[in-house]
């Protein structure tokens, strides 16, 4: 939505909702280059919020079986440099290596687990 942070205004805050509502569905989830992005937007930054309602199986580009939940990870990890805080709400986590994928994230990262059901 933007290249840097912005305050959370109530202007910003209905332009990004207005934003999501115009996004579609790809069909696929990419965990690990979201978070990199979040990551990187601004190294002052020591939390981000994931909210996720997919297993990892998007890496580049669109479609399925782009990368592993251990490839996702390792992205994540290593763009961390600033040691942020990543909480994780895991949206009705439907497999154990799903569940485990998120609550390591959360983990490695000194952040929150929980689960959204």
Known sequence: WKPKLVDATSSNKSAAAGYVGGLS??????TGPAVKKALQIDRKNMLVVLLTDGAPNCLTGGGYSYGSTSSHLNMIISSNTQKAKIDVFAIQPYSSSYKQFCQDIAQKSGGKYKEVN
Do not use: L, P
Request: net charge neutral; hydrophobic share 35%.
């Open 25 to 30: 569905v790809q069909g696929a989830t990419g």
